[in-house]
């Protein structure tokens, strides 16, 4: 299929709102973190992703004609080159209302995730993205860190 757009913005900036709209738009199947929990072929890659591997875009991308959220949004410059077609398009929002909204249900989430009685299969997903996105792209899960990564995706 091969992706069509590629979304370049950090979850918590209306990701969830624009994968429906383009899917609504004739635009998807569109990948979303949602689609790394339900479907069975994505975790096997972002796990790869996270321990280093170079990834064939095309064969993780398949049954999709958009991606938004992470994880995809943390490797979109890679995207643009692998689908030179595609159009890109940029969420955000007022970084303090990101990390407000972020701190509070993705941040949170991180922070408790080793407490909470996951089902195996889910853990292992949130271990992958607590390597890929909390260490990988934010350099931390603290404020300062957090935003500064914000800045620089949105710069």
Avoid at 15 to 40: D, F, I, R, W
Avoid at 93 to 111: D, L, M, N, Q
Wanted: hydrophobic residues 40%; contains cysteine; charged residues 25%.
């Amino acid at each position: 299929m091969g992706l069509n757009v590629i979304g370049s913005g950090f979850g918590r900036t209306g990701t969830m709102s624009t994968k429906m709209a383009l899917e609504q738009l004739g635009l998807g199947p569109c990948h979303h973190m949602v689609e790394v929990m339900q479907n069975p072929d994505q975790p096997a890659h972002w796990k790869a992703r996270a321990e280093g591997a170079e990834l064939d875009w095309a064969d993780v991308f398949k049954d999709y004609a958009s991606q938004v959220d992470f994880p995809g949004a943390s490797v979109w410059q890679e995207l643009a080159i692998a689908f030179p077609e595609a159009r890109v398009i940029h969420t955000e929002r007022p970084e303090e209302e990101w990390w407000a909204s972020y701190s509070a249900t993705i941040g949170k989430f991180f922070e408790h995730r080793e407490s909470l009685p996951l089902p195996p299969p889910i853990a292992a997903i949130f271990e992958t993205m607590d390597r890929l996105l909390v260490d990988g792209v934010m350099g931390g899960s603290d404020k300062d860190s957090a935003i500064a990564a914000y800045r620089r995706n949105n710069e």
